[in-house]
C-alpha cells in the first residue's frame, strides 16, 4: 500500500508541474501576443499584477466579478457530472437576472429588504432552473442534444431580456437609455463588512460548499456520478436515469440563476443590455478548465474574473484593447485544457503479473 | 497464384523448425508477459498452445505476427534469423494471423476482401481472376467458400475459413488462428478441423491458441502450455496426456470437478422466470425473438445454446426487464414486470451478468466499493447519503462468500484487467440473494480455476432455491452444468433438450439448423 501511495504522490506531484507548466506557457504566449502589439510583456505582467492582487480595491472589484462565474461555472459542473454540456450558463443567469428584476418591480416596497432578497434570490433559482430544465426536457423527449439547446436558448434569453427592458418594463423616468429603474437600495444585497464586496460573494462560496457536499457525499451526486460514467449501467442497475439527468440540469440552472440575481442585486441594480459581461461563456471556461471540481472551479472562476479586471489596465496603460484577455484566457483554456496530451507515452499495463494471479481453490 | 503452381515445402526434417523463438522476453511496465520463452513450430503440423487467460499467449503470437516487440530473444524463421517488426514484415515471410475478431468488411464480397489482403498489381481489379484464383485455392486447400458472396450473408464459420483462406492466399505457410473455436458450433468445428488436416497435408504450419483440451487432443500434433509468461510444456505429444495433468501444466494445480450428483429441481417451489409468448426487436429493429415460451423453476438451472446472434442477447434483456416487448408477458418469482423496465425486475428479485460488462455494468471512474453499493442503493442508504462502512463490511462478506478475489475496494474499476472487473460483476450477481440469475457468457476472460468456481457458484445459487439461466458459447459447459437445454436458432425456440438426453452433436444440429 505504502507504495501505490509513493506511486500516487508522484503521479500528484508531476501532474501539478504539468499543470504549471500549462499555464506558465499560456504566459509566454500571450507574452508573444502582446509583443506583435508593440507593448513591453514585462511591463504588461508587471501592470496587470500591480493592478489586480496588489490592490484591495481590484480585489475587491475581482470577487464581485467572480461571484457571478462562479455560480455559473458550477451551474455547468452539476449537469457535467451526469455526462451533460450545459452551454447555458449565459441564458440562465440572463433569465435570473430577469426573474429577480421582474420581482423588484412587481413588489417594490411591500417587502423588508431581507425578504425581497430572499425572495428575488428564489425566482431566480426558479427562472434559471426551468431555463436549463426546458433543455433536459427536450433531450429527454425528442432526443435533442442539450448542448445546441441551451446555447440556442441563450439567444432567446437576450431577445426576452431586451424585449423587457425596451417595452414594458422600461423605466419611464429614465435618461431614455432602455433599462429599468434602479432597486431599492434596501433590497440590494449588503457589503461585506467594510469591503466592497457584496454578499453575493459568500453565497457563491455557499452554494460551492454545498454543491461539493452534495456530490461528494448524497446518494443524489453518487447517482449523478453513476449516470454520468455509464449511463447504461445506471439503467442496468435500475436507476431513474431521466429523472436524474433532468435534476442535474434544473440544479445547474438554478444555479445560474441565482448568479445572475447575484450580478443584478450586487452590481448592477437595474436590467440594461448586455449586463451580463458574457459570464455564462467565461463560467464555462472556468468549469472546463476545473474539470468540473467544485472548489476548483470556483478558483477557476477567480482566476479569470482576476484576468478580466486585470485587462482593463491593459487598455490604461499599454494601450491593448481590453478584449486582449479574451486571448489570454483563450491560451489558459487551451494549455490547461491540452496538457494531458505531453504526457510521455508509458506502455497501458493489462496482464496481471504471475506472482499476484489469483489463488482460488475451494 | 504462383503458391498454387509451385510445389509447396516438403515437410522438412525433424528438428529444422520451420519457426523457432529463443529466449524471448517482453515487458509491459513492470509486467513480464513472456520471459525467456522457447518455442518452434515444425513445417507440416499442427501445434496447439494451451494457456489460461493472460498466460502470455496472444502477447507470444503477436511477438510472431509483428504487433508487439521483444525486448530480447531471437527469432529464426525457415532457418534464418529474422526481425519482424510489423505484420507486413510478418506476411511477407509467410507468417499469417487470423484474429478472434475477424477481420473482414461486412459489406464486401467474399473475393472483395480477399484482394484487400493481396498486392495490388496495376490499379483495375480483375475480379474474374480473381474469383477463379479464390475458387481455384479454396479448392485447393478444401476451404468451400463462394468468391461472389458478400461477407455478412454468411455464417461465423463460414467467415473464418474466407479469413484463413485469405492468410493462405497472401502466401503464408505459417497460419496462426488465435481461439477460432470459441464461436462455432460443434459440427463448425469439425469441418474447421477437416480443413486444418488439408493445410497440414499440404505441408502447412498451423498454430492454434485454446483453452478446450479435448480440442487440443483431437487436432494437435505437439502442445505446448504457457502459464505466467513461461513455458511450462513445450512440444509434447497431446495424447500422453490427460485433462487433469494439460489442466494442472495451464493453472499450476489441479481444478476439482464439479459435483457429479445435484439434488433434483425442487418441484412445486414455485418459478423464478417465466416467458409467456414473448417477442422482441432487437437493436436494428428486426423480431429477435419470436414467440418464445420457457418456464425456469426456484432451484433450476437452464443453459441457453446458440450460435452467436441468433437472439441470446435480446433473450437475457427480456428476462431483466431491459428491452421492452412486441408481445407476450415476462414474470420474475411471480411478478409480472408489466413494461417497469430494469427496476421491476430487480425489485422482483431478478440479477444479472452482462455479456459485456465495460459496457453495461460498470462504471470505469467509480472504486469497487461504489460497485457494490451501486447494486443496492435502498439498502445501504444512511439519510441522504450512503454508509459507506455499511458497503465495505457487506462487500467483504460477499467476498467472502464467493472466494472469487475480488480486487481491493478502493481500485478504481478502470484500472482494472477485464477478467478482474469480470469478477467484481460475478461477486456482486452470485454473493447476492436473488430468486433469478441470469448470466451471458459468465466465464468470459476468466482463468480455469475462476471458471470453475463461478460455475460451482452458479450450482450454489442453484441449490439455495434460485432460477439460474446461463447463455454460453461453450456446449460442453451448458452440458455440464444445466437440467435443461434451450436452443436458440434465429430467435426462436429450436428446442429445450435435457443433456442426460443428448450430445453436443445433437444440440449442434439445432443450433445450426433450427426446429427440426
Known amino acids: 500500500m505504502s507504495r501505490l501511495a509513493a506511486i500516487d504522490r508522484a503521479k500528484l506531484a508531476r501532474g501539478a508541474g504539468r499543470l504549471a507548466l500549462a499555464y506558465a506557457g499560456a504566459l509566454v504566449l500571450f507574452g508573444a501576443f502582446v509583443m506583435t502589439k508593440g507593448a513591453n510583456p514585462v511591463d504588461v505582467y508587471r501592470e496587470m499584477w500591480r493592478s489586480t492582487v496588489m490592490n484591495t480595491t481590484s480585489i475587491g472589484q475581482v470577487l464581485v466579478k467572480a461571484s457571478p462565474l462562479i455560480l455559473a461555472g458550477l451551474a455547468v459542473a452539476v449537469p457535467a457530472k451526469a455526462g451533460l454540456v450545459n452551454v447555458g450558463g449565459e441564458g440562465q443567469v440572463i433569465m435570473g437576472a430577469v426573474a429577480a428584476g421582474g420581482v423588484a418591480l412587481a413588489l417594490d416596497g411591500t417587502l423588508p429588504g431581507g425578504v425581497m432578497v430572499v425572495v428575488m434570490m428564489l425566482a431566480a433559482a426558479a427562472a434559471g432552473g426551468l431555463w436549463a430544465g426546458l433543455a433536459a426536457v427536450l433531450r429527454l423527449t425528442v432526443r435533442v442534444n442539450e448542448a ?35 432597486l431599492a437600495v434596501a433590497a440590494r444585497l449588503p457589503l461585506l463588512g467594510t469591503s466592497k464586496v457584496h454578499a453575493g460573494f459568500l453565497i457563491a462560496v455557499v452554494a460551492t460548499a454545498v454543491i461539493f457536499g452534495l456530490l461528494r457525499w448524497t446518494s443524489w451526486g453518487f447517482r449523478l456520478r453513476v449516470v ?20 442535474a440540469m434544473v440544479v445547474g440552472g438554478a444555479l445560474a440563476g441565482l448568479g445572475g440575481m447575484v450580478h443584478f442585486a450586487g452590481a448592477e441594480f437595474k436590467l440594461r443590455p448586455g449586463m451580463t459581461l458574457n459570464f455564462g461563456y467565461i463560467a464555462f471556461l472556468a468549469a472546463w478548465l476545473a474539470r468540473h471540481e467544485p472548489v476548483k472551479v470556483a478558483g477557476a472562476a477567480v482566476l479569470l474574473a482576476l484576468i478580466a479586471i486585470g485587462g482593463d489596465s ?43 494471479a489469483p489463488a482460488v481453490v475451494s | 497464384m504462383s503458391l498454387l503452381t509451385e510445389p509447396v515445402t516438403a515437410p522438412t526434417i525433424e528438428g529444422e523448425p520451420l519457426l523457432a523463438v529463443r529466449d524471448l522476453t517482453v515487458r509491459f511496465g513492470e509486467v513480464v508477459a513472456n520471459d525467456s520463452v522457447n518455442f518452434e513450430v515444425r513445417a507440416g503440423e499442427v501445434h496447439a498452445l494451451l494457456g489460461e487467460n493472460g498466460a502470455g499467449k496472444s502477447t507470444l503470437m503477436k511477438l510472431i505476427y509483428g504487433v508487439n516487440k521483444p525486448d530480447s530473444g ?30 473482414l468488411v461486412p459489406a464486401l464480397t467474399v473475393a472483395e476482401n480477399v484482394a484487400l489482403a493481396l498486392p495490388l498489381k496495376g490499379i483495375r481489379l480483375d475480379r474474374a481472376k480473381l474469383a477463379r484464383d479464390i475458387a481455384e485455392a479454396a479448392d485447393h486447400f478444401g476451404l468451400a467458400c463462394d468468391p461472389s458472396a458478400l461477407v455478412r450473408h454468411l455464417s461465423i464459420g463460414e467467415r473464418q475459413r474466407v479469413e484463413i483462406l485469405k492468410v493462405l492466399m497472401a502466401g503464408a505457410k ?97 418459478t423464478a422466470l417465466e416467458l409467456h409468448g414473448v417477442s422482441s426487436r432487437g437493436d436494428g429493429g428486426h423480431l429477435a425473438l419470436h414467440d418464445v415460451n420457457l418456464t425456469i423453476a426456484s432451484g433450476e438451472l437452464v443453459g441457453v445454446a446458440g450460435v452467436s446472434g441468433n437472439g441470446q442477447l435480446e433473450l437475457y434483456e427480456v428476462a431483466l426487464g431491459l428491452r421492452s416487448l412486441e408481445a407476450g408477458r415476462v414474470i420474475v ?13 430487480i425489485e422482483a428479485g431478478g440479477v444479472g451478468i452482462p455479456e459485456d460488462p465495460v459496457a453495461d455494468a460498470v462504471v470505469p471512474g467509480l472504486s469497487v466499493a461504489e460497485h457494490m453499493a451501486l447494486a443496492d442503493l435502498k439498502g445501504v442508504r444512511k439519510g441522504l ?36 472487473i469480470q ?28 471458471t470453475r468456481r463461478t460455475q460451482e457458484l452458479l450450482l450454489e445459487r442453484r441449490a439455495a432455491g434460485a432460477g439460474v439461466l446461463v447463455i454460453s458459447e461453450d456446449v460442453d459447459e451448458l452440458l455440464e452444468l444445466s437440467d435443461r437445454i434451450l436452443v436458440l436458432h434465429a430467435g426462436r425456440v429450436a428446442g429445450i433438450v435435457r443433456p442426460a438426453e443428448t450430445d453436443r452433436y445433437a444440440i449442434g444440429e439445432l443450433m445450426l439448423k433450427g426446429a427440426p
Do not use: C
Open chain 1, 228 to 247: 454520468g460514467g455509464n449511463a447504461e449501467a445506471a439503467r442496468r442497475a435500475g436507476l431513474p436515469v431521466s429523472a436524474l439527468l433532468l435534476s
Open chain 2, 385 to 420: 447519503g450512503i454508509d459507506w462502512a455499511k458497503v465495505r463490511s457487506r462487500m467483504a462478506a460477499l467476498d467472502e462468500r464467493t472466494g472469487l478475489r475480488m480486487a481491493p475496494q478502493a481500485r478504481r474499476v478502470a484500472e482494472l484487467s477485464g477478467g478482474n
Open chain 2, 74 to 103: 531471437e527469432l529464426h524463421f525457415a532457418g534464418a534469423p529474422v526481425r519482424i517488426d510489423s505484420p507486413a514484415t510478418a506476411r511477407k515471410l509467410g507468417i499469417g494471423m487470423v484474429f478472434q475478431d475477424l477481420r
Open chain 2, 333 to 345: 418469482a411471480g411478478t409480472d414486470l408489466a413494461g417497469g423496465g430494469p427496476r421491476a425486475a
Open chain 2, 423 to 450: 469478477r467484481v460483476i460475478l461477486t456482486r450477481a452470485l454473493g447476492s440473494d436473488a430468486k433469478l440469475v441470469v448470466a451471458a457468457y459468465p466465464s468470459r476472460g476468466l482463468d480455469v480455476a475462476t
Open chain 1, 314 to 356: 491593459l487598455q490604461l496603460d499599454s494601450g491593448l484593447p481590453a478584449a486582449a484577455v479574451n486571448v489570454l484566457m483563450g491560451l489558459v483554456l487551451v494549455a490547461v485544457m491540452g496538457r494531458g496530451q505531453f504526457r510521455a507515452k508509458a506502455p497501458k499495463v493489462m496482464a496481471v503479473p504471475a506472482a499476484q
Open chain 1, 148 to 182: 445546441i439547446t441551451t446555447l440556442l436558448l441563450n439567444y432567446v434569453a437576450i431577445d426576452l431580456l431586451l424585449y423587457l427592458i425596451y417595452q414594458p418594463w422600461k423605466d419611464k423616468h429614465g435618461s431614455g437609455q432602455p433599462a429599468t429603474r434602479q
Open chain 2, 174 to 270: 505459417l497460419v496462426i488462428l488465435d481461439e477460432p473455436t470459441s464461436v462455432l458450433a460443434p459440427q463448425e468445428v469439425d469441418a474447421l478441423f477437416a480443413g486444418l488436416r488439408q493445410l497440414r497435408a499440404r505441408g502447412l504450419s498451423v498454430v492454434i491458441i485454446t483453452h478446450k483440451l479435448h480440442e487440443a487432443r483431437e487436432i494437435a500434433d505437439r502442445v505446448s502450455v504457457l502459464r505466467g509468461g513461461r513455458m511450462v510444456m513445450v512440444g509434447a505429444d497431446p495424447t500422453a496426456y490427460d485433462d487433469r495433468a494439460l489442466i494442472e501444466a495451464m493453472v499450476g494445480r489441479t481444478v476439482p470437478a464439479l459435483p457429479a450428483s445435484r439434488p433434483a429441481p425442487r418441484s412445486g417451489a414455485g
